[in-house]
């Protein structure tokens, strides 16, 4: 919201030397966010000019230039007339212009001086009002016997400053409002707040006198029979008639000028004075061509199939939830609170305007103004929330300034149809701020303070009764009232102390392991990332997931942040993929990333719906409780390209499966756990070179793999991506307590080799498992270090070798260790049908 310091002295007492920093610093104190402050861009001399001579001279390009002689009395220091080249053709000799002098700065900071421009030199320039930021005309230069009225012209003579009379060191303060600070989309809003700010009296330009209607003014029919959430679109609407305006007369110029200072361009009268209503009270106003209208004003929700034009000239076709402006019930006038139809728009011919102004739904104008991208000046402030109490007076308002400026007659009938629900009183306990900000506030000060923010205050002894003003509907409870209460006394009063934390407290056994995951495979070359959680069912038909796999149910969201993505992950490689296939496309080959975060598990159950304003009960918590799905923690790693890159060492080495399952087995031993793999089948991985891993009681909680030839087409991945994903959350709770290191051991290590063949089918990790179950508690490691097929074992037969390291609390003798070698095969071969070579 821009807020001209100049008309913000209208509303409330502004120091005469206050400048807009200080403006806004008053603004910041009472928690407003300062956003620019604009204005005051013109420095040097700008002054007035009458032009003495004006010579056309055509150009060899066939445009035509002005050799302009303006007399500028002594602001160029001699007297002598300027000369300045000028393209414009609106202006003649004897004509009063604004001349900028060399050394003079426009907006832009665009500085002027003596050139050489087509064969002359140009000692100054005569602007337009584009070049002085005064609008967006620059077809012809400022003349100001046409543009300034006739007294201040008449007051005006050669080298006479400016600025002042243009208006152009005037600043403007833009704040940006939050979405709990609506009634701050106003000039009564900013001045209510400095007034609070510096404690000075503010004028509310809403208290007007509002004429009594004397009988039924037009018809309004308020029909919403589906309301969004139970609250009714439309709970006020007021319309006022005006008969036999000049539809093009022009708008004052104070109130253009108020309008481009806002950042608005005025349009027509009608239009302007519209705008600057709800620049001014942060009521929007519509004008309606009254000639163009049939039947009675209906408030209703659009129909299926239903369309309209709106004032862009855009083709709508509107949704059931849409709240409509209609014509007799059925021609669609306006989406409600978002922009008019083009159908009954005031133009040149129109005589009689119908004014409205009504109090909408902030949810129905926001969930409109979403839906067809549609973001406008009313929108924005219905749904923040508008003054329902403000809502006659704007419309007498503009109905005045239509008479005024417009030169019509007001009937004295109008229509006044709906009652907002009135504010909820809070009991409000005066002790409140002091216990929650950590100051002292007396309870003067709490009541002194309720009361200067337009509250309602009833002392009831130990409490209070806090009736909200009807502009402040975010005030809804009692945290709500202890933020005013510190606001305005300044949050820079509250002093920053960092909390100490109390003894025992620190990270929970979860966040320790991610942190001990996290830098783990940081240090092991991977780089982290976040990805947005959200999914979609293509996205499940590209990772080939089966119809009736689990994944595939999850929950959908009813306003999803883009309609492709609509859906909850319920696997990290969902998203993170994405994040491979966005690095890849953009130049970056060699690529190995990983994500730690939440998935959902499951389809949400329906869920009690409570009402609205009272803590449900402890069975309907618990039910709700129990309809929302587990939402464990994944680690999910993904790579593409080489890991090791190539050199003097030699070619560069691709990342394979054997890459990403050492990453998966590393995210265990970080934390204590060896985590085992074995042969398996799961989408989205190649069939062939893909391992569930486990825990050492078996439980899988994972896969890794290289991802199947078609997932990495569907993606558009580089081919033998690999990846992998691991429930975290399982491999915490099943590591217990962190790692802690073992004593060293002084004895030395006994190794042994064994080479057992088995079927090609037989997994290697179901030997390894088997003789370690075998070796005894002895066995220090075992490691798998060749595989052999051919003809000395014999087809569909493979030979495994394993390394066996043995070490006990003494030295064992060679018999010691041939005999618990003896078992481990004796065991494998149990278990797996072994035969040692």
């Not at 000692?123 to 006739?150: F, K, N, R, W, Y």
């Not at 991610?514 to 783990?520: D, E, G, L």
């Not at 993505?565 to 966005?582: E, F, N, W």
């Not at 278990?831 to 040692?836: E, I, K, L, S, V």
Request: hydrophobic share 40%.
């Amino acid at each position: 919201m821009r807020a001209p310091v100049e008309w913000l002295r209208e509303l409330t007492e502004v120091d005469p030397q206050a400048k807009g920093a200080d403006v806004a610093a008053s603004l910041v104190r009472v928690g407003l966010e300062e956003e620019e402050i604009s204005g005051g861009e013109v420095t040097g001399p700008l002054v007035v000019g009458r032009v003495l001579e004006r010579t056309p001279e055509e150009q060899k390009n066939g445009k035509t230039i002005n050799w302009c002689q303006v007399d500028v009395g002594s602001a160029n220091g001699s007297g002598e007339p300027q000369g300045i080249v000028c393209g414009a053709h609106n202006f003649d000799a004897g004509d009063l212009v604004a001349v900028i002098l060399p050394g003079g700065v426009l907006p832009g900071n665009f500085e002027i001086s003596a050139r050489k421009t087509y064969g002359h030199v140009s000692a100054g320039m005569i602007c337009s009002a584009l070049e002085l930021g005064l609008g967006e005309d620059h077809d012809g230069i400022i003349v100001l016997t046409e543009q300034l009225p006739a007294d201040v012209v008449a007051g005006l003579s050669p080298g006479d400053d400016l600025i002042p009379v243009l208006g152009l060191d005037a600043e403007t303060v833009e704040v940006n409002v939050t979405p709990d600070r609506g009634y701050c989309f106003s000039m009564r809003g900013i001045a209510r707040e400095y007034a609070l700010s510096e404690g000075t009296p503010f004028v509310d330009p809403a208290q007007l006198p509002v004429a009594e209607a004397t009988g039924p003014g037009y018809e309004v029919r308020l029909a919403d029979g589906a309301p969004v959430d139970g609250v009714p679109g439309c709970d006020r609407f007021v319309a006022r008639t005006v008969r036999g305006i000049d539809a093009t007369a022009a708008s004052p110029e104070w109130m253009q000028r108020r309008l481009t200072e806002v950042g608005m361009r005025p349009i027509s009268l009608a239009v302007d004075v519209t705008n600057y209503v709800m620049m001014l009270l942060g009521q929007p106003l519509h004008a309606y061509d009254l000639g163009k209208l049939s039947g009675a004003i209906e408030v209703r929700r659009a129909r299926a199939g239903e369309v309209l034009t709106t004032l862009d000239d855009v083709e709508r076709t509107l949704a059931p939830e849409d709240l409509l402006i209609t014509d007799g019930g059925t021609t669609p006038l306006a989406i409600a609170g978002v922009m008019g139809g083009a159908s009954s728009e005031v133009d040149d011919a129109t005589t009689d305007v119908l004014v409205e102004a009504a109090h909408f739904d902030p949810v129905s104008v926001a969930r409109s103004a979403r839906r067809h991208r549609l973001s406008t000046e009313a929108s924005k402030r219905f749904e923040r929330g508008v003054d329902p109490g403000v809502t006659a007076a704007a419309a007498q308002l503009a109905v005045d300034l239509l008479v005024e400026h417009g030169g019509g007659v007001a009937d004295t009938t109008a229509t006044d149809v709906g009652a907002p629900a009135p504010a909820q009183a809070i009991t409000f306990d005066p002790q409140l701020p002091s216990r929650y900000i950590g100051l002292e506030y007396p309870r003067e000060e709490v009541l002194a303070t309720l009361t200067a923010i337009g509250c309602a205050v009833t002392d009831e002894g130990e409490s209070l009764l806090v009736t909200p003003p009807t502009w402040r509907p975010d005030l809804v409870d009692g945290p709500d009232l202890v933020e005013e209460v510190a606001r305005v006394r300044g949050y820079d009063q509250i002093p920053s102390v960092v909390p100490r934390a109390s003894a025992g407290r620190g990270l929970t056994p979860g966040q320790r392991a991610r942190r001990v995951v996290s830098r783990t495979l940081a240090a092991t070359g991977l780089v982290e990332v976040l990805s947005y959680p959200f999914t979609s069912s293509e996205r499940h038909d590209a990772l080939g997931y089966a119809a009736d796999d689990a994944r595939r149910e999850t929950v959908r969201l009813a306003n999803p942040l883009q309609e492709e993505a609509p859906l909850m992950r319920t696997s990290i490689l969902d998203t993170l993929l994405d994040t491979l296939r966005r690095n890849v496309s953009r130049g970056h080959r060699d690529v190995a990333l990983y994500e730690i975060g939440l998935v959902t598990a499951g389809g949400i159950t329906p869920l009690p719906l409570p009402p609205g304003g009272v803590k449900p009960d402890a069975a309907t918590l618990t039910r709700i409780t129990d309809g929302v799905p587990p939402q464990p923690r994944h680690v999910g790693i993904v790579a593409a390209g080489a890991t090791l890159p190539a050199g003097p060492h030699g070619p560069a080495r691709a990342a394979d499966a054997t890459d990403v399952v050492g990453w998966s087995r590393a995210v265990g031993s970080s934390l204590g756990l060896e985590l085992t793999v074995e042969a398996a089948h799961q989408a989205p991985f190649h069939p062939g070179r893909c391992v569930a891993v486990s825990l050492p009681d078996g439980t899988v909680v994972g896969h890794a793999g290289e991802l199947h030839p078609k997932v990495c087409s569907a993606l558009e991945l580089p081919e033998r991506t690999v990846a992998a994903e691991l429930d975290l959350d399982a491999i915490t709770a099943a590591a217990g307590e962190p790692v802690r290191p073992e004593q060293l051991s002084t004895q030395p290590v006994a190794n042994t080799d064994v080479a057992l063949v088995v079927d090609d089918g037989v997994p290697a990790a179901a030997v390894a498992s088997a003789l370690r179950s075998g070796a005894g508690d002895d066995l220090e490691s075992l490691t798998l270090f060749d595989v052999y097929r051919g003809d000395q074992v014999g087809e569909g037969r493979k030979s495994l070798a394993y390394r066996l390291t043995f070490r006990a609390g003494r030295t064992l003798k060679t018999g010691e260790v041939s005999s618990l070698r003896d078992r481990a095969v004796a065991a494998a071969a149990s278990a797996t049908g072994a035969q040692q070579r």
